[in-house]
């Protein structure tokens, strides 16, 4: 598959519990960004990679994410001791340089209880 | 700060008017604009760059730096053109990032 791939497609947690979800760009993409979405609004942007290095975190963003891409290939993004906002659909996209065209994942569509 | 707007949450017209879906910047830099759309149970995908300046489905889109727009058209509305649409601006904060609208919903009815 040449598509940017997540996983998982849906997950289910209660209140407080840690989730970590992981993406597979597009192999010679070495720009990996996480976005989030909620119902009726656009990706919001969460963080980005440059191969290995992340390169912006958003303000809005908590200290209960954290993203990783170890080995410039996938990543994965960790929600730690979630709440209900939380809930919405986290986006994975990669692309070849600045200013390129994103290719999106499916996402992974998180509820929590 | 940067931002894209878009005013419109829905679109409803009729196949074959003409549609129009607007989208509004605001960025100090020289932008760079994107249509992305989401067809239903698909995966969010480009649908037409401002620099490339070509015409994708039958949609164009011009730049307009003085009134800060980058309004979606197309002449002839198709049934299977009804989507998600959302305009986006890559922004160059020390190295680039895409921000996206909020969505404007395009129905087109029979």
């Known amino acids: 598959d040449t598509g940017v791939s997540q996983d998982p497609r849906h997950k289910i947690t209660k209140r407080g519990q840690n989730v970590t979800f992981r993406c597979d760009p597009i192999?010679?993409?070495?720009?990996l960004y996480w976005y989030r979405q909620t119902l009726g609004q656009g990706p919001e942007f969460l963080t980005y990679f440059q191969n290995e290095a992340q390169l912006e975190k958003s303000r809005l963003l908590s200290d209960r994410f954290s993203a990783e891409r170890p080995k410039g290939s996938f990543s994965t993004l960790e929600i730690q001791r979630t709440e209900q906002g939380d809930s919405a659909m986290y986006l994975c996209?990669?692309?070849?340089?600045?200013?390129?065209?994103?290719?999106f994942g499916s996402g992974t569509q998180l509820s929590v209880l | 700060a940067q931002r894209v707007t878009q005013p419109e949450k829905l679109l409803s017209v009729f196949k074959g008017a003409p549609v129009e879906l607007k989208c509004n910047y605001s960025?100090?830099?020289?932008?760079?604009l994107f249509w992305y759309v989401q067809y239903s149970r698909q995966r969010l995908q480009l649908l037409l760059r401002?620099?490339s300046r070509e015409s994708i489905k039958g949609f164009t889109a011009d730049l307009n730096k003085g009134e800060t727009s980058f309004h979606l058209k197309k002449p002839f509305a198709q049934e299977e053109d009804s989507a998600m649409y959302y305009c986006?601006?890559?922004?160059?904060?020390?190295?680039?990032?895409?921000?996206f609208g909020a969505g404007t919903r395009l129905f087109v009815k029979a």
């Open positions: 986006a601006l890559s922004v160059d904060t020390g190295g680039f990032k895409t921000i």
């Open positions: 960025y100090s830099g020289s932008p760079e």
């Open positions: 401002h620099i």
């Open positions: 996209a990669s692309n070849p340089g600045a200013g390129e065209k994103l290719f």
């Open positions: 192999s010679e993409h070495n720009r």
